[in-house]
């Protein structure tokens, strides 16, 4: 018998999050392993010695650093990467982690500096594509609990040649997600992609942005997570409609130093700025998971 929302514990919400992040994770996976069954054309010649992609998944469990201090630390998570005709390499990875941060650490955390105790769970994706005309993703949605407890997340596009259209329907997407549940959501949700998506030291956005929002805790628990739960459809419903536009155009070996160059742009940004790195690294999780997102090959001019 489930047990009726108003009712649940904690401990229920948790499970159900978790619960959902994984579910995610493989309605994700099964779409991406049919663009790779599809691909047909010159680009399907160009990687003929390659089969269609398959996610390969690796367990971990975690293992403390000097930023989680817990003795009885747990959890762990899932990796999922594909390396692929059409992805060059995406990784879907799930992750549900408890302990106690170092004191440090907590200062920087709502509702941990007094109690360090703390869960965490959530998604994180990033794909990179063979072809310099498909946009590279990103996105993740997480939920943490301190003696506070909220959602995050969201989703930011990075092309290596911007597309009026694919900004546009990528932009549509998250904002009919966002109009659904407040309207005041995707334009504040916007200004902070565009605000935390920046390379102050380029002095230029990493892409074209999207939507961003954390420490979402509007005293209403079930709407907070139906709007975490609408971003994934989102991206869902938007991103493999972008990789079907373009995965079968045909690109030059110019384009694709153009690509590399722009993921060295990538490069900096996840590992001078991205606050899931660092989150990541100082709780102890999997390093291979973490850097997930780097790409597999980059260059710089």
Known sequence: MTTPPETQ????????????????????C???????DELAGVNAERFAELAPGRFQRTAWERGGTEGDTDSDSRGGGVMAVLRGRVFEKV????????GRFSPDFAKQIPGAEEDPSYWASGISLVAHLRSPLVPAVHMNTRHIVTAKAWFGGGSDLNPMYPDEADTADFHAAFK???????????PRFKAWCDDYFYIKHRGEARGVGGIFFDYLDSGDW????????DVGEAFLE?????????MTEPW???QRRHQLVKRGRYTEFNLLYDRGTKFGL???????AILMSLPPEAAWP
């Open 30 to 36: 099964a779409a991406f392993e049919a663009i790779e």
């Open 238 to 246: 938007v991103y493999p409609t972008l990789v079907r536009r373009h």
């Open 222 to 229: 079930e709407a907070d997570f139906a709007f975490t739960r």
């Open 252 to 254: 030059t070996e110019d």
């Open 91 to 98: 990784g879907v990875n799930i992750s549900t982690v408890s």
């Open 9 to 28: 514990s904690e401990e229920d919400r948790k499970a159900r999050a978790s619960r959902w992040f994984a579910e995610l994770r493989d309605r994700i």
């Open 176 to 186: 009919v997600a966002c109009d659904r549940h407040d309207p005041d959501y995707y």
């Open 282 to 288: 100082m709780t102890g999780g999997n390093p291979e």
